[in-house]
Structure formats: structure tokens, C-alpha cells
């Protein structure tokens, strides 16, 4: 079945500076990778998503980058501010209908 | 909308216990979807449904769990008799077709 490694595990960054997270998947079928962010005591809030048709898509702050090839895509947030932080998690639309998650990864942006 | 809408939020029973926890959907969405939230298992998927059938319970744990979904505005899952592993968060999540996926709050389980 699918498998999904996220990294890293916590990353702390001080306000303003960029933050990349990356996830690699294993089943070459997968055709949809969508990012969440959970803040405490929250479910977890689609932020970004992208198809496997596509390289990359950008949103304000927020991008994401695919590489089918490699199997692996990322998460990157520009001009971090404190309200950035939380834990985030990357997601593989697996089969038909099913996500696998990542780990996720607890970022912590310093003010 | 009002999103998806979980109650309740939190719940503490004695091992044993039945314990229902309760869902509703975006109003229109076709899928939904129960997930189970740990520090050691991170998110996992219990069971999805589609026009309020069940599609894939594979990740239903054990015969102690069971879910319905009577209508497209409801769905139930239930654990009987409930055991201190099963302490966790509960998600509710519900989509249109079958991508973006929208979580709902959750329902904080502690069984003691």
C-alpha cells in the first residue's frame, strides 16, 4: 500500500524567514497531495493542494511543489509570522477515495 | 455554511461503556469520512461512505466498532464496549466528489 515519509518531524523558524516541509510517497498512481494545517484543539484545515498534472501551485504565502518523478512534494510558507504555527501535514489521495497522511510536522515560528 | 459539526466535543466514559459520537456533513457533499487521531498511529482512516453507504470499512479496528449513516445529513460511530485504547481524537470529515477534503472539530474520547 501507499506509504508516506514527511520531514521534519519540528522545525523552528524566526518570523519573516521561509519554511519547507517535504513528503515522499511510494505508489506512482497517486494523483492528488493536499496540505492541512491543525492548530491546537482544531481539526485539520486544507490549506493547499495540488494535482499530479501540475508542478507547482502558489497561493499568497503558501506554495506547493511536485515532483512525480521523485515521488515527492513540498510545502513552502514565505514571510512567516507567529499565527503560522501549527502542525502541518502533507496527504496522499491513495486508490480511489483514501488519503494517507504524513507524520506531520510541528512548525514554530520565533517573533 | 457551518462546516461539519461534531458533538459532542468531548467525552469521558468508563471502560465498558458505549460510547456514539455523532456527525453531520456539509450540507451537499457526498462523502464522508470517520478518521481516528494519535500520538502514536497519527491520523488514520476508520470508514468512508457514498451516498450514505458504506465503501471501505477496512480500517474499522475491531468488531467493538460499528458506523451509520441513516441520511446525507447524519452519521453515527459507535463503540461498545469501549476500552482505554480506544482514548483519541475522532474526526468527521465530508467531500464533494472525492477531493478537498473539510474536517470537522473533533471529539476528544478519554476512556478510563
Known amino acids: 500500500g501507499e506509504n508516506v515519509e514527511q520531514h521534519p518531524s519540528t522545525l523552528s523558524v524566526q518570523e519573516g524567514d521561509s519554511a519547507v516541509i517535504k513528503c515522499t510517497y511510494s505508489d506512482s498512481a497517486s494523483n492528488y497531495f493536499p496540505w492541512y494545517k491543525q492548530e491546537l484543539g482544531k481539526g485539520p484545515q486544507l490549506i493547499i493542494d495540488i494535482r499530479s498534472n501540475v508542478g507547482e501551485k502558489k497561493d499568497q504565502r503558501i506554495a506547493v511543489t511536485l515532483n512525480k518523478t521523485a515521488k515527492h512534494f513540498s510545502l513552502h510558507i514565505t514571510e512567516t509570522q507567529p499565527e503560522d504555527s501549527a502542525v502541518y501535514f502533507c496527504?496522499?489521495?491513495?486508490?480511489?477515495?483514501?488519503?494517507?497522511f504524513g507524520t506531520g510536522t510541528r512548525l514554530k515560528v520565533l517573533a | 455554511d457551518a462546516g461539519v459539526i461534531q458533538s459532542p466535543r468531548h467525552e469521558v466514559t468508563e471502560m465498558g461503556q458505549e460510547v456514539t459520537l455523532r456527525c453531520k456533513p456539509i450540507s451537499g457533499h457526498d462523502y464522508l469520512f470517520w478518521y481516528r487521531q494519535t500520538m502514536m498511529r497519527g491520523l488514520e482512516l476508520l470508514i468512508y461512505?457514498?451516498?450514505?453507504?458504506?465503501?471501505?470499512d477496512s480500517g474499522m479496528p475491531e468488531d467493538r466498532f460499528s458506523a451509520k449513516m441513516p441520511n446525507a445529513s447524519f452519521s453515527t460511530l459507535k463503540i461498545q464496549p469501549s476500552e482505554p485504547r480506544d482514548s483519541a481524537v475522532y474526526f468527521c470529515?465530508?467531500?464533494?466528489?472525492?477531493?478537498?477534503?473539510?474536517f470537522g472539530p473533533g471529539t476528544r474520547l478519554t476512556v478510563t
Open positions: 470529515a465530508s467531500s464533494l466528489a472525492t477531493y478537498e477534503q473539510y
Open positions: 461512505f457514498n451516498n450514505n453507504v458504506p465503501i471501505d
Open positions: 496527504a496522499v489521495r491513495s486508490g480511489t477515495y483514501k488519503y494517507i
